[in-house]
């Protein structure tokens, strides 16, 4: 039997008041909008427009508390939803805390589970940018003008050519989505 390293579930929670990297003001300066008629129209499309470059590159962008349980069987296990900024606790299948000296993690923001090699492990870390990088703070704003030219339309697009490819740049999940 062959055995690999995979999610087998994950949760990701907003902590405390969402702060969008992208406020109203700055995102209708992009889009040129001099009027307050569509404010709430645009900040939804800013949380949508963060959200879909969060899935297009694996990262989180605002800072969560992520609960993973995933299997460890080859070691080397890639934490997701990077950045990490602090690792609370690591659980086995039988609900036992694993302590730090029984865990090897490796890496700075985006670590790796080097050992144990085990099965049914469940991580608790705190992830996402103090600042966002201004690559992916245009990218937003580039989904959020398209949004907003092009609402109303059936389109089956999904993100822009644009922020798909700042996506690419900053995937942690796969070159190809």
Do not use: H
Not at 31 to 37: I, Q
Not at 116 to 122: D, I, S
Not at 127 to 142: E, F, M, Q, S
């Amino acid at each position: 039997m062959a055995y690999s390293n995979f999610i087998i579930d994950f949760t990701l929670t907003d902590i405390g008041t969402v702060v969008e990297p992208v406020t109203l003001a700055e995102a209708k300066l992009y889009c040129r909008v001099t009027t307050s008629v569509d404010d709430n129209q645009i900040s939804l499309m800013i949380k949508q427009a963060r959200e879909a470059i969060e899935v297009g590159t694996g990262l989180s962008l605002i800072p969560k508390t992520a609960v993973v349980w995933f299997t460890n069987f080859n070691g080397g296990f890639n934490l997701p939803y990077g950045p990490v900024n602090s690792f609370t606790s690591l659980i086995d299948e039988n609900n036992d805390t694993i302590v730090a000296a029984d865990y090897t993690l490796v890496g700075g923001k985006f670590p790796q589970l080097q050992r144990p090699p085990f099965k049914n492990l469940k991580a608790t870390y705190v992830v996402g940018y103090a600042t966002v990088p201004n690559d992916l703070k245009i990218a937003i704003l580039d989904q959020v003008s398209y949004d907003y030219e092009n609402r109303g339309l059936d389109s089956n697009t999904g993100i822009c050519e644009k922020s798909w490819k700042a996506c690419q740049r900053w995937t942690r999940i796969s070159p190809i989505l």
